[in-house]
């Protein structure tokens, strides 16, 4: 089984912190260096190990030879970059989520994709929640730092925040209340200087790929 892994992001105004902690995996963790800075994922491809070489070889050749990891989030980051990430973010993913259920339907697995994603350029974050069962692993963002200052005026931590500053987590990090907002599941979101918005998403598939509704 491919490992759990979870992650914590934070964005304050133009800049962006990404960290992950990896809870338990099952093959070897390898990842490499700009994978972490910009990428992170909670969940798994079940029975990874069936598919992992037809994946693999979808992969770029430009991008394959700096696959450090051998784990299902790093060759899910090097199929989105291959489908267009730095361009596309969002297309990229749908792209890289729907080739991962067509490969694995080919290979007579039903239901193979449990993600939670976070991809940063710096600037912006895009958060990603879907599963192929519909039952995604969570994802919340944080309530902007001006309503929590508002909600919660004697707790100082708010205050010690830059207005820009919002938290990506796959669980809660306390129980302040309004704190956390969950994003639901099948969507997609962008934080960003400004605000952040959400939005619908499903995995991409070629024609005659099978897709589900």
């Known amino acids: 089984m491919a490992g759990r892994r979870g992650g914590t992001f934070a964005a304050a105004g133009r800049g962006v912190t990404m960290c992950r902690w990896i809870a338990y995996s099952g093959t070897p963790v390898l990842l490499s260096e700009v994978l972490c800075q910009l990428w992170t994922h909670n969940g798994m491809i079940s029975e990874f190990r069936r598919i992992r070489r037809d994946l693999a070889l979808a992969v770029d050749p430009a991008w394959y030879a700096d696959i450090e990891g051998s784990n299902d989030s790093e060759v899910m980051f090097f199929l989105a970059l291959t489908f267009g990430l730095p361009e596309d973010p969002p297309g990229s993913v749908a792209r890289m989520a729907g080739f991962v259920e067509t490969t694995a339907q080919s290979h007579g697995m039903g239901q193979p994709l449990q993600m939670t994603v976070a991809v940063t350029d710096g600037e912006r974050v895009w958060v990603f929640r879907c599963s192929s069962e519909g039952r995604s692993r969570s994802l919340?963002?944080?309530?902007?730092?001006?309503?929590?200052?508002?909600?919660?005026?004697?707790?100082?931590?708010?205050?010690?925040?830059?207005d820009e500053t919002r938290l990506v987590v796959s669980e809660r990090l306390g129980d302040l209340p309004g704190a956390w907002n969950e994003v639901s599941g099948s969507s997609y979101g962008?934080?960003?200087?400004?605000?952040?918005?959400?939005?619908?998403?499903?995995?991409?598939?070629?024609?005659g790929s099978g897709a589900r509704g």
Request: net charge positive.
């Open 140 to 162: 919340y963002v944080s309530t902007k730092v001006d309503a929590l200052r508002a909600l919660h005026p004697d707790v100082s931590f708010p205050r010690e925040l830059s």
């Open 190 to 207: 962008v934080v960003q200087p400004g605000g952040g918005v959400l939005h619908r998403f499903r995995p991409e598939y070629t024609a």
